[in-house]
T-cell receptor
Framework: AQSVTQPDIHITVSEGASLELRCNYSYGATPYLFWYVQSPGQGLQLLLKYFSGDTLVQGIKGFEAEFKRSQSSFNLRKPSVHWSDAAEYFCAVGAPGGSYIPTFGRGTSLIVHP | DAGVIQSPRHEVTEMGQEVTLRCKPISGHDYLFWYRQTMMRGLELLIYFNNNVPIDDSGMPEDRFSAKMPNASFSTLKIQPSEPRDSAVYFC?????????????FGSGTRLTVV
């Protein structure tokens, strides 16, 4: 079974600074990988996904993520953070051809200082 | 499309009462998922349906929980009787083709408080 770890519970950055949120997964092959964002009082919104191909994936709101097989990682990045990016971010991993049930990480809370 | 619609947004009920949460998935989506989110346990999958048929309910915590999907445009999650430990945010999500389809669309959730 797959699993996913988000090592950082909270991340604090200044507005305009760069951002990297970490995600590590455990799975025997290349999984499907996702990043979601949850604003307060809202449901989760898909930011980007990786199935195969180019390991650098572009998403919405200026986010990107890079799949690194050797490190079993799928870190989320943004070159310049805006105050509106403050939210909870979830990494999820799913098994291709499996039960269609992705496993979500516990989330990383992003705090943005002005 | 209006997205996944959940009702009510907030529900406060007394212990022992029956609670029914409702979900309208995106039209044309063939998978529907019910999740529960708490600080202690994070996001937990309770049950999911494919073409209105329950596929896996192993995440349903107890027999007090039940879910139905009578048609492609409506699903309910019922808790009877409710207990304070059921307090959480319950999300419904739908997708086309499951995870192969590229991700889920989540509703805004129902915040349940059992007092």
């Amino acid at each position: 079974a797959q699993s996913v770890t988000q090592p950082d519970i909270h991340i604090t950055v200044s507005e305009g600074a760069s951002l990297e949120l970490r995600c590590n997964y455990s799975y025997g092959a290349t999984p499907y990988l996702f990043w979601y964002v949850q604003s307060p009082g809202q449901g989760l919104q898909l930011l980007l996904k990786y199935f195969s191909g180019d390991t650098l994936v572009q998403g919405i709101k200026g986010f990107e993520a890079e799949f690194k097989r050797s490190q079993s990682s799928f870190n989320l990045r943004k070159p310049s953070v805006h105050w509106s990016d403050a939210a909870e971010y979830f990494c999820a991993v799913g098994a291709p051809g499996g039960s269609y049930i992705p496993t979500f990480g516990r989330g990383t809370s992003l705090i943005v200082h002005p | 499309d209006a997205g996944v619609i959940q009702s009510p947004r907030h529900e406060v009920t007394e212990m022992g009462q029956e609670v029914t949460l409702r979900c309208k998935p995106i039209s044309g989506h063939d998978y529907l998922f019910w999740y529960r989110q708490t600080m202690m346990r994070g996001l937990e999958l309770l049950i999911y349906f494919n073409n209105n048929v329950p596929i896996d309910d192993s995440g349903m915590p107890e027999d007090r929980f039940s879910a139905k999907m009578p048609n492609a445009s409506f699903s309910t999650l019922k808790i009877q009787p409710s207990e304070p430990r059921d307090s959480a945010v319950y999300f419904c999500a739908s997708s086309l083709g499951g995870i192969q389809g590229g991700g889920y669309t989540f509703g805004s959730g129902t915040r349940l408080t059992v007092v």
